[in-house]
């Protein structure tokens, strides 16, 4: 013991690390936090996450890594990536939540091994819901070929499809959705030459034929009641057109959109003249947690293409009666593009009603083009707004939801390399803070480098969605069932 005391720090520390035959016996610090991919440092991660492979950026030869907190530690070796055994690591986090685990990194480089400066992950007691729902499409403009709607357990690696299109060739699924972040209740539309809506409630589905003459188009943006008796859509005359420059690659924009709710019970779409204007275009509805109102975004309209920059759009809201279906008489705004120069798009709030998040951006509404979109949060007691800087990056920050306890948001970003988008994760801690986001995590941290897909729509749902296949395809190849249409007030 008395040796162990005269030795030199830097001694005593590899006496320790070699006492356990596993770890470095030399090495000098860098003195620099390491660099890593994905960014896993100092980011906050619920206890039920996946583990957090990575790998370490520039040439290395092989790596030591220890994750460490004050009840459980976990000795990881690998070559330039982590790869971590998800029972130690899920010891770990349970042995850890509501602390922090130090990170520390050692890379053997030109026969010397160098230690990196430890970061910390702090793991919250609250759980992500455990499934996320998105569409997985190649970042195309005019086409699509192989794409579907997949299912990922966040707690492991193991993901499958809800529905693709490899049995209906030429067709695309899109714009998926949940009530209240429920998996047995759900509906996303087809497009192509089987155009339709498909609703599942309790397993069962049912194909709705939505365009008819007293709409614009078929259904489009969707948003559950949390009755469950009624989802609004916008309806949308939708275009695209292609830049020149370099900067700049389409623009989608709306010709005509209004606002619907769809009836469920009585399969009959009902909208009233301040949410379906001929002087305005209405998009992106939102219901609030109790149903009793109807978020959405408005824009003067405008003649398209030619004033494709100067539409934007103001984050409005109006009174809802579900028990009778009808609308209030008077719209609020929110959040003015009078007074922000910008445009609002995806309102989306909290389930317990304590923040609305939504995509600012400098115009129009098709954000996840847009690379100086960003994600702002709402105050909805003092209606005070400002951009969430924690979240936020250089490139496109949009679509969003919020898991069934308010605890977590989850957003698309291109941040990664500014052409495809990925699932990020942020915690929001209920005093309108919200924390460094971390990446969908996969077995292989080289996943994202190599995927030719995008991540879209990403929603969290509480469980597995389960769909029967041979029903649900039978349902899709079965003739629409017609809706109704009632104008309220």
Same mark, same amino acid.
């Given at each position: 013991?008395?040796?162990?005391?005269?030795?030199?720090?830097?001694?005593?520390?590899?006496?320790?690390?070699?006492?356990?035959?596993?770890?470095?016996?030399?090495?000098? %610090?860098?003195?620099?936090?390491?660099?890593?991919?994905? @960014?896993?440092?100092?980011?906050?991660?619920?206890?039920?996450?996946?583990?957090?492979?990575?790998?370490?950026?520039?040439?290395?030869?092989?790596?030591?890594?220890?994750?460490?907190?004050?009840?459980?530690?976990?000795? +990881?070796?690998?070559?330039?990536?982590? $790869?971590?055994?998800?029972?130690?690591?899920?010891?770990?986090?349970?042995?850890?939540?509501?602390?922090?685990?130090?990170?520390?990194?050692?890379?053997?480089?030109?026969?010397?091994?160098?230690?990196?400066?430890?970061?910390?992950?702090?793991?919250?007691?609250?759980?992500?819901?455990?499934?996320?729902? &998105?569409?997985?499409?190649?970042?195309? &403009?005019?086409?699509?070929?192989?794409?579907?709607?997949?299912?990922?357990?966040?707690?492991?690696?193991?993901?499958?499809?809800?529905? @693709?299109?490899?049995?209906?060739?030429?067709?695309?699924?899109?714009? $998926?959705?949940?009530?209240?972040? @429920?998996?047995?209740?759900?509906?996303? *539309?087809?497009?192509?030459?089987?155009?339709?809506?498909?609703?599942?409630?309790?397993?069962?589905?049912?194909?709705?034929?939505?365009?008819?003459?007293?709409?614009?188009?078929?259904?489009?943006?969707?948003?559950? *009641?949390?009755?469950?008796?009624?989802?609004?859509?916008?309806?949308?005359?939708?275009?695209?057109?292609?830049?020149?420059?370099? @900067?700049?690659?389409?623009?989608?924009?709306?010709?005509?959109? %209004?606002?619907?709710?769809?009836?469920?019970?009585?399969?009959?779409?009902?909208?009233?003249?301040?949410?379906?204007?001929?002087?305005?275009?209405?998009?992106?509805?939102?219901?609030?947690?109790?149903?009793?109102?109807?978020?959405?975004?408005?824009?003067?309209?405008?003649?398209?293409?030619?004033?494709?920059?100067?539409?934007?759009?103001?984050?409005?809201?109006?009174?809802?009666?579900?028990?009778?279906?009808?609308?209030? *008489?008077?719209? %609020?705004?929110?959040?003015?593009? *009078?007074?922000?120069?910008?445009?609002?798009?995806?309102?989306?709030?909290?389930?317990?009603?304590?923040?609305?998040?939504?995509?600012?951006?400098?115009?129009?509404?098709?954000?996840?083009?847009?690379?100086?979109?960003?994600? &702002?949060?709402?105050?909805?007691?003092?209606?005070?707004?400002?951009?969430?800087?924690?979240?936020?990056?250089?490139?496109?920050?949009?679509?969003?939801?919020?898991?069934?306890?308010?605890?977590?948001? +989850?957003?698309?970003?291109?941040?990664?390399?500014?052409?495809?988008?990925?699932?990020?994760?942020?915690?929001?801690?209920?005093?309108?803070?919200?924390?460094?986001?971390?990446?969908?995590?996969?077995?292989?941290?080289?996943?994202?480098?190599?995927?030719?897909?995008?991540?879209?729509?990403?929603?969290?749902?509480?469980?597995?969605?389960?769909?029967?296949?041979?029903?649900?395809?039978?349902?899709?190849?079965?003739?629409?069932?017609?809706?109704?249409?009632?104008?309220?007030?």
């Amino acid at each position: 013991m008395r040796l162990l005391l005269r030795c030199s720090p830097v001694i005593f520390l590899i006496l320790i690390l070699g006492s356990c035959g596993r770890g470095v016996s030399r090495f000098s %610090d860098t003195g620099s936090v390491p660099d890593i991919f994905p @960014d896993y440092t100092n980011v906050t991660i619920p206890v039920n996450i996946a583990p957090l492979n990575f790998r370490l950026a520039g040439e290395v030869e092989k790596l030591y890594v220890v994750f460490e907190g004050n009840k459980e530690k976990i000795e +990881v070796r690998g070559k330039d990536k982590v $790869h971590i055994d998800r029972g130690k690591w899920r010891s770990l986090l349970a042995g850890n939540a509501g602390d922090s685990i130090s990170v520390t990194v050692y890379a053997f480089r030109n026969k010397e091994w160098s230690r990196y400066k430890p970061f910390f992950i702090r793991v919250q007691h609250e759980p992500l819901d455990r499934w996320l729902v &998105y569409r997985l499409i190649a970042p195309g &403009y005019e086409s699509w070929s192989e794409m579907g709607i997949y299912q990922r357990d966040l707690t492991s690696f193991a993901s499958e499809p809800v529905v @693709d299109n490899r049995l209906l060739p030429g067709a695309c699924m899109n714009c $998926h959705s949940f009530r209240s972040n @429920d998996p047995s209740d759900m509906m996303f *539309h087809l497009r192509g030459n089987i155009a339709a809506t498909i609703l599942v409630r309790e397993g069962k589905a049912v194909k709705l034929n939505t365009k008819i003459k007293e709409t614009i188009s078929n259904c489009v943006y969707p948003y559950w *009641h949390p009755s469950g008796n009624y989802i609004a859509f916008s309806v949308n005359n939708i275009s695209q057109v292609f830049h020149s420059v370099r @900067d700049k690659r389409i623009e989608v924009f709306d010709s005509k959109s %209004d606002i619907v709710v769809y009836d469920i019970k009585n399969n009959k779409l009902i909208t009233a003249g301040l949410i379906s204007s001929d002087s305005s275009f209405e998009t992106f509805p939102a219901f609030s947690p109790d149903g009793r109102e109807l978020y959405f975004c408005s824009a003067a309209k405008a003649a398209q293409p030619d004033n494709y920059n100067r539409v934007k759009y103001s984050l409005c809201r109006i009174g809802f009666d579900a028990g009778a279906g009808t609308f209030g *008489h008077s719209i %609020d705004t929110l959040v003015s593009s *009078h007074v922000t120069g910008k445009s609002v798009s995806f309102p989306r709030i909290s389930p317990d009603g304590s923040c609305l998040v939504f995509t600012l951006s400098d115009y129009g509404n098709f954000s996840i083009w847009h690379r100086d979109a960003d994600l &702002y949060q709402l105050d909805l007691q003092t209606g005070e707004f400002h951009p969430i800087v924690n979240v936020n990056s250089k490139e496109s920050d949009s679509y969003h939801s919020w898991s069934s306890n308010s605890s977590w948001l +989850v957003f698309s970003s291109r941040r990664t390399d500014g052409l495809y988008t990925s699932p990020f994760f942020s915690y929001y801690d209920r005093k309108g803070n919200f924390s460094k986001p971390f990446m969908l995590p996969q077995e292989d941290p080289d996943y994202y480098k190599f995927t030719l897909r995008s991540f879209n729509v990403p929603e969290l749902v509480t469980g597995k969605v389960r769909n029967d296949g041979r029903s649900l395809l039978k349902t899709i190849g079965s003739p629409a069932k017609n809706v109704n249409f009632e104008l309220k007030n």
